[in-house]
């Protein structure tokens, strides 16, 4: 199997011909399935303030971690950032990562987005609600992701494939708060609701809606921001056309997730990476996750962007994240019961 990655520094690309990269007591290596320009300027920002440089070395979520499988102890990597608890947990399963003991690590990340063990912390928090089509679809008729099965929204739907991972955590959320057996009947209820066989990203299924295929998408919040933002009118305009509403309010709360971090068990800067760790859920680097990516901070005394605001306050289920990768291998094979293609 071929990997792509994207390799910033050239030095850096000249060490990773070898078995492992310089070991200086200046510098961290950071594996990271986030974009650069989602995370360079928060490292860029932490280079100087400690004078440790950063290594980074970005790519696919997957194929981060099959490298880190592969390399073993051998690895250079000392952290790696990577989106979805269930890929974090994956990670740890795969015995590829290590505890961390840090008090403000402990003391600043709740509880529900980080590991019980120390393996993973949450960074930020994407919220995954439901998007529904300004003037086509009237807010008082949801209610709950459960409610999607009702009649009313046959063939309405547009969401992306089982394969993701986002909609293998959301499965496996409902799971946890429902029970196997009662989220396999709603997946199969559900899947009857599509309008069309899912396909694409979260930002396909938010223009699929616009262009009138279907009056409702599944997506996460920060692809919405992302579009609203953009340089490119086309996505601008899509994107104004939905309006955001929080499901299961009156319950357990709309279903949430991370992009989130772990010390690897190779970790040959074991403390630089302790110290980066820390540096990202600083309340600095909280706002900015919060302004730049359109992502809710994990710190409860950071405020969210504007953006973000607007959409308002909402309730998010608490249950700890660990248990969406715990689930996971059930929830996909549930889905595929399910026929959810």
């Not at 499901?247 to 971090?261: E, L, T, Y």
Request: hydrophobic residues 40%.
């Amino acid at each position: 199997m071929l990997f792509y990655f994207k390799f910033i520094r050239l030095p850096l690309l000249l060490c990773l011909l070898g078995p492992t990269l310089a070991m200086a007591a200046g510098e961290v290596n950071l594996y990271s399935a986030r974009k650069e320009k989602l995370i360079k300027p928060l490292l860029d920002r932490f280079t100087e303030q400690t004078g440790i440089q950063v290594n980074l070395v970005t790519g696919k979520a997957d194929a981060l971690l099959q490298r880190l499988q592969s390399e073993g102890r051998n690895s250079p990597a000392d952290v790696l950032v990577t989106t979805d608890a269930g890929r974090l947990h994956r990670a740890k399963e795969a015995g590829v990562t290590q505890p961390v003991h840090s008090d403000i690590l402990a003391s600043t990340v709740p509880s529900s987005f980080r590991d019980p063990e120390g393996h993973w912390f949450g960074l930020s928090i994407r919220a995954r609600p439901i998007l529904y089509v300004k003037g086509k679809v009237d807010p008082a008729l949801l209610s709950s992701y459960e409610a999607l099965t009702d009649p009313k929204w046959k063939g309405k739907i547009c969401i992306r494939s089982s394969g993701n991972i986002y909609n293998q955590s959301l499965m496996a959320a409902m799971m946890a708060a429902n029970g196997a057996k009662a989220t396999e009947q709603w997946a199969k209820a559900f899947v009857k609701q599509f309008a069309r066989p899912p396909k694409g990203g979260d930002r396909d299924q938010i223009k699929a809606a616009a262009a009138g295929m279907c009056d409702i998408a599944i997506a996460n919040t920060y692809y919405l921001a992302g579009m609203l933002t953009s340089n490119d009118a086309a996505q601008r305009d899509a994107a104004e056309q939905l309006a955001v509403f929080w499901p299961n309010q009156q319950g357990r709360g709309a279903h949430v997730n991370i992009s989130g971090a772990a010390l690897t068990k190779a970790a040959r800067h074991k403390e630089n990476a302790i110290k980066l760790l820390e540096f990202l859920v600083n309340e600095s680097s909280q706002a900015w996750y919060a302004e730049a990516n359109g992502e809710y901070p994990v710190r409860s005394d950071v405020q969210p962007g504007d953006l973000l605001k607007a959409w308002g306050e909402f309730k998010m289920d608490r249950l700890n994240l660990g248990q969406l990768g715990e689930l996971n291998p059930e929830a996909v094979r549930l889905m595929d019961r399910a026929g959810w293609k």
